[in-house]
Antibody, heavy 117, light 108 residues
Framework: EVQLVESGGGLVQPGRSLRLSCAASGFTFDDYAMHWVRQAPGKGLEWVSGISWNSGSIGYADSVKGRFTISRDNAKNSLYLQMNSLRAEDTALYYC??????????WGQGTLVTVSS | DIQMTQSPSSLSASVGDRVTITCRASQGISNYLAWYQQKPGKVPKLLIYAASTLQSGVPSRFSGSGSGTDFTLTISSLQPEDVATYYCQKYNSAPALTFGGGTKVEIK
């Protein structure tokens, strides 16, 4: 059974940093691209960042470019999102998602990030 | 960047009605288009990929069509369990992917 479990969310002050993690199991992690998607309270889905199976191709939404860094450790079956210079508008539920040749066939339950003073 | 525009943003229909949601890309994306369903308080679920291919386990009342810039998601006979927000997503330029703004479907 595919499982994606996010962690690392919490309450953080504007300008500070946070690192999210996603632990994957039930599939061959290093065969698939992985992504982070967020959803602000009451809002739609926003793609945040994605990384190819070998970290050779990485992309970011314009809203987080230069502040967020995606990475993965295939030996640990884990995906990460380093978030720096956090802003109030980064407040959201952050999902980890597995990509099957593009679309996302599995999603985690999400970890909530709240940026507030 | 390619923008994805969904319409309508919300709709209300009766059980058994045929429901159509549209998604328009600002540039051609061939058939690199997926549809997701997100029920209230739940994780998004992949319904359709490659514009018209039904994900395993998805009821056959759901269908997708289109290519290039214009796409549609159709629910042939709306059921109470279909109350959800539906999102389109382009994936022609991985790893950079974009969602549409969503369409909220309610029962009249």
């Amino acid at each position: 059974e595919v499982q994606l479990v996010e962690s690392g969310g919490g309450l953080v002050q504007p300008g500070r940093s946070l690192r999210l993690s996603c632990a994957a199991s039930g599939f061959t992690f290093d065969d698939y691209a992985m992504h982070w998607v967020r959803q602000a309270p009451g809002k739609g889905l926003e793609w945040v960042s994605g990384i190819s199976w070998n970290s050779g191709s990485i992309g970011y939404a314009d809203s987080v470019k230069g502040r967020f860094t995606i990475s993965r450790d295939n030996a640990k079956n884990s995906l990460y999102l380093q978030m720096n210079s956090l802003r109030a508008e980064d407040t959201a539920l952050y999902y980890c998602a597995k990509s099957v040749a593009g679309p996302f066939d599995y999603w985690g339950q999400g970890t909530l990030v709240t940026v507030s003073s | 960047d390619i923008q994805m525009t969904q319409s309508p943003s919300s709709l209300s229909a009766s059980v058994g009605d045929r429901v159509t949601i549209t998604c328009r890309a600002s540039q051609g994306i061939s058939n690199y288009l997926a549809w997701y369903q997100q029920k209230p308080g739940k994780v998004p679920k992949l319904l359709i990929y490659a514009a018209s291919t039904l994900q395993s386990g998805v009821p056959s009342r759901f269908s997708g069509s289109g290519s290039g810039t214009d796409f549609t998601l159709t629910i042939s006979s709306l059921q109470p369990e279909d109350v959800a927000t539906y999102y389109c997503q382009k994936y022609n330029s991985a790893p950079a992917l974009t969602f549409g703004g969503g369409t909220k479907v309610e029962i009249k």
